[in-house]
Antibody, heavy 122, light 109 residues
Framework: EVQLVESGGGLVQPGRSLRLSCVAS????????MHWVRQVPGRGLEWVSG????????AYADSVKGRFTISRDNAKNSLYLQMNSLRPEDTALYYC???????????????WGQGALVTVSS | EIVVTQSPATLSVSPGDGATLSCRAS??????IAWYQQKPGQAPRLLIY???TRAAGIPARFSGSGSGSVFTLTVSSLQSEDFAVYYC???????????FGQGTMLEIK
């Protein structure tokens, strides 16, 4: 069974940092691009960042560019999101998502993890 | 940057009836449109990709159509489990690879 499990969420003060992790299982992690998507509770979806399966390209939403860094460790089947200089507007549920097909980078997402809640507040 | 707009924001439909949800892009996006279903407390689930291809395990009552800038998700004969929020997504658009619509809530009439 394909599974994505996020961790690392929590309450953090504005200006501080947090690192999210996503552990994948049930598929060959090396062959798939991975992404982060966030959702303010009760609101819509916002793509945050993505990394290609070869790790040769990354992309960020303008709202997080320069503050967030995406990375992956294929040996650990893990995806990360380093979030620095956090702002109250970064408060959201952060989902890890795999692209739909092997070796595709900027495709649809399937499946999604259950999310990690990040709350930025003093 | 391409803007994706969904309509209506809320659609009230009786069980057993059909529903048509709309997704419009601000410019042509070829067929790079996906549809997701999200139920309360759950992660989104892929329904349709490539504008019209059903994802694995998705019932045939869900169908997608369209190309260019106008897309439609049709749900025929609504079941109780179909009442949820539906999002369309434009993908593969460098340097802004992804844009989501604001969602359509499909509610029981």
């Amino acid at each position: 069974e394909v599974q994505l499990v996020e961790s690392g969420g929590g309450l953090v003060q504005p200006g501080r940092s947090l690192r999210l992790s996503c552990v994948a299982s049930g598929f060959n992690f090396d062959d798939y691009a991975m992404h982060w998507v966030r959702q303010v509770p009760g609101r819509g979806l916002e793509w945050v960042s993505g990394i290609t399966w070869k790790s040769d390209s990354v992309a960020y939403a303008d709202s997080v560019k320069g503050r967030f860094t995406i990375s992956r460790d294929n040996a650990k089947n893990s995806l990360y999101l380093q979030m620095n200089s956090l702002r109250p507007e970064d408060t959201a549920l952060y989902y890890c998502a795999r692209v739909g097909s092997r070796w595709g980078d900027w495709e649809w997402f399937d499946p999604w993890g259950q999310g990690a809640l990040v709350t930025v507040s003093s | 940057e391409i803007v994706v707009t969904q309509s209506p924001a809320t659609l009230s439909v009786s069980p057993g009836d059909g529903a048509t949800l709309s997704c419009r892009a601000s410019q042509s996006v070829s067929s790079n449109i996906a549809w997701y279903q999200q139920k309360p407390g759950q992660a989104p689930r892929l329904l349709i990709y490539g504008a019209s291809t059903r994802a694995a395990g998705i019932p045939a009552r869900f169908s997608g159509s369209g190309s260019g800038s106008v897309f439609t998700l049709t749900v025929s004969s609504l079941q109780s489990e179909d009442f949820a929020v539906y999002y369309c997504q434009h993908y593969n658009n460098w340097p802004h690879p992804y844009t989501f619509g604001q969602g359509t809530m499909l509610e029981i009439k």
